[in-house]
């Protein structure tokens, strides 16, 4: 009789006990336990991405590989500390001498070791957004730019300029014609504050956060020696969100990684969407060209969503030509709601709509930190964060301040509570003060000016500001902003009182803030559309001190009740833009406002660029996949815009990519 002998799987744990097998799924488990050599992981939304990472890390420990021997680089460092910890939890040793956290940590590291190559002390300092502001102001001033007669950019946007240059590459004299052609008449003055920039940091022992960057590619570039140290050492090399690094950080991977040594980098093409802070994806996508020898692990099983909302996705980013090829399968089972497509008149439908399906959605169980409503950009939650205060729905935004909260918005309020209430010395100052040569003390003197004319006191507002304020002294470089600023503020009066709302705010705009705008901050753009969303709002008043009333009650700080108070309640519902979305998910999420000129942006629609629109899609993949349950994807039919009347919208090209099957589509009535 023949003797029985069953084969038994050979085990996959090592040392510490682990089964990677068990714990893993297929694909994930053939990512951790690659071969050494370079390897290319493209691990989709809701994958396991983290998991995989750590886990391979633990594989290394496991099979014997001391610490000191793995470098780990992260985006974050909540990402950096949660996967070491995580590491610490799966493996009993001690791993003090594994070198893990964001590319600026580690390029701070090796710094410190060798900052006298570069020109530095180890005790450099490290400058923060306000240091890098003051030492520009300084820079300035030494170089003697005559800024009298034009409008020269402030720090804040030379930083930006400065930092985009290091991180891209791009000439200044592109990058100014690219973004920044307001400034191309400065371009030899902006190209003499920078070069003045880098020798006085020197001079101050002092490094940016983008010198962290560079000087250390800089030092591995020239020092051979320095850089087989630690080629040596850092035998594998393991990068997390590979598809959103610069080409800084991509040749700082390169130079770390020597002959025999490992390096393994994890990413989502489809999620690559931060180009406009340099990130460049033909990183990930030439990944297997520049290593010709690299095994591709894709992982694409999704623990996250249900089918119905990965089918959707699935299809929305097909029509990007330029992707790696996969396909996202559900690990969770089918039978839920379809993804909603949700058509509606305009913005305050729209919020209507949003609102009262986040109520409904509460009464059936849905906590609401788990829901978020999601959009392009942060002047299109406008209208809906004043449905949701009306209703009494606590809420919490992560794209930025509330919209009646930021800078921008006060300071084009301030010049029309100002002319509405000529006692209103608050206003007064924050209006002067954005004119150029006037500053805290040259407000005030200009303060006392005008409260010593009768007109501060009078019943009616001036007839004509500029001649008053043609009597008041200002110094030479503000004269020119000065006299318009007079002219701006006649335009704020009618002969039977004040002008409405929104022409006021169109003729501060036009008269004087948008040439403050375009010096003052980066993001011209975004600030321009809120101004633009703000002055459809105003069209709905007639009077602009009701108009101002409702602005302030808007305000957290004047009394909102969605403001500080309610940010003691975890129990909040999440507005974001996909950006600060990224990485997160809910059960249930809304994504608005998709028509053409919104998601896709029309700074993209008009540029008419094959790899912007690209990008702008992948934005779109994102937002869907941080769903979980539940997918409303809403569109306003008609936009209320100021002076041009109702513009008609077209429902965003996206939509046009999901087949029609995928989707189910809400009819919705009602009284707006």
């Known amino acids: 009789m023949a003797r029985k002998y069953t084969l038994e799987r050979p085990t996959t744990s090592g040392a510490s006990g682990i089964d990677f097998a068990e714990d893993l799924n297929e694909q994930q488990f053939a990512a951790v336990s690659s071969p050494p050599g370079p390897s290319l992981v493209i691990a989709g939304a809701g994958s396991g991405k983290t998991r995989t990472l750590t886990y391979r890390v633990a594989y290394l420990l496991d099979r014997g590989i001391e610490p000191r021997n793995i470098l780990l680089l992260t985006f974050t460092n909540k990402a950096s500390k949660e996967m070491l910890e995580r590491v610490r939890s799966l493996v009993p040793r001690d791993v003090s001498e594994m070198w893990g956290g964001t590319f600026h940590s580690v390029g701070n590291r090796i710094l410190r070791r060798h900052a006298e190559e570069i020109g530095f002390t180890k005790s ?9 502001k003051s030492l520009m102001n300084t820079v300035i001033a030494e170089c003697e730019i005559d800024t009298t007669a034009r409008r020269f950019p402030k720090p804040d946007v030379l930083i930006s300029i400065f930092s985009l240059i290091e991180n891209t590459g791009v000439a200044l004299e592109d990058l100014l014609e690219d973004r920044y052609p307001y ?8 190209a003499r504050v920078e070069a003045r920039y880098r020798v006085k940091k020197r001079q101050i022992n002092s490094v940016d956060f983008d010198d962290l960057l560079v000087l250390t590619l800089k030092l591995l570039q020239e020092n051979e020696e320095l850089r087989g140290l630690y080629q040596k050492r850092f035998q594998y090399v393991l990068v997390d969100e590979f598809q959103d690094t610069n080409h800084v950080q991509s040749e700082l991977v390169d130079l770390l990684v020597g002959e025999g040594q490992s390096l393994m980098v994890v990413g989502d093409d489809a999620q690559s969407i931060y180009s406009w802070r340099g990130a460049d994806m033909d990183n990930i996508l030439s990944f297997p060209e520049r290593y010709p020898d690299a095994q591709v692990y894709r992982i694409e099983k999704n623990y996250r969503s249900v089918p119905e909302i990965l089918e959707l996705s699935n299809s929305a980013i097909k029509a990007n030509r330029h992707r790696f090829e996969k396909d996202l399968e559900a690990a969770r089972e089918g039978g839920a709601m379809m993804p909603a497509l949700v058509s509606l008149e305009d913005p305050n439908s729209q919020a209507q709509f949003v609102a009262q399906r986040i109520l409904e959605l509460r009464e059936e169980g849905v906590e609401l930190e788990e829901i978020a409503v999601l959009y392009r950009a942060h002047h299109q939650s406008m209208t809906l964060q004043m449905e949701l205060r009306n209703r009494g729905i606590p809420f919490q935004i992560t794209s930025g301040l509330r919209f009646f909260e930021q800078a921008h918005i006060k300071d084009v309020a301030a010049f029309m509570r100002f002319v509405t209430n000529r006692r209103d010395e608050v206003s007064f100052k924050r209006m002067v003060c954005l004119l150029p040569g006037i500053g805290a003390k040259g407000a005030s003197k200009l303060w006392k000016g005008w409260a010593a ?4 006191t009078a019943e009616n507002p001036p007839a004509a500001f500029s001649d008053i304020l043609a009597d008041l002294p200002v110094p030479k470089k503000s004269a020119s902003h000065w006299e318009q600023l007079g002219h701006t503020l006649d335009e704020l009066v009618s002969l039977d009182g004040f002008a409405r709302p929104a022409e006021m705010i169109f003729s501060i705009l036009e008269g004087v803030y948008d040439e403050v705008m375009r010096e003052s901050f980066d993001n011209y753009e975004h600030r321009r559309s809120d101004l633009e969303e703000l002055m459809s709002y105003a069209d709905r008043f007639d009077d602009v001190l009701e108009c101002l009333a409702q602005l302030s009650l808007m305000s957290a700080v004047d009394g909102d009740p969605s403001g500080s108070k309610a940010e003691l309640d975890p129990e909040q519902v999440v507005l974001s833009s996909v950006h600060q979305a ?14 053409d000129g919104m ?29 979980k349950d539940e997918l409303y994807l809403t569109y306003p039919q008609i936009n209320p815009k100021s002076y041009s009347g ?7 090209r996206f939509l046009d ?3 029609a099957e995928l ?10």
């Open 183 to 190: 400034f191309e008449e400065w371009a030899e003055e902006i």
């Open 599 to 627: 998601f896709p942006n029309g700074r993209v629609l008009d540029a008419d660029d094959e790899y912007m629109l690209e990008e702008e899609r992948r934005l779109f993949y994102v937002a869907i996949t941080r769903a």
């Open 124 to 132: 450099f300092s490290i400058m923060d957004r306000d240091d890098q």
């Open 582 to 595: 990224k990485g997160l998910e809910w059960r249930v999420v809304f994504v608005i406002s998709l028509t």
């Open 646 to 652: 109702e513009v008609i919208q077209r429902p965003s």
């Open 657 to 659: 990519d999901c087949p």
């Open 663 to 672: 989707m189910e589509e809400w009819q919705v009535s009602g009284e707006w």
């Open 453 to 456: 004319t009768p007109h501060a």
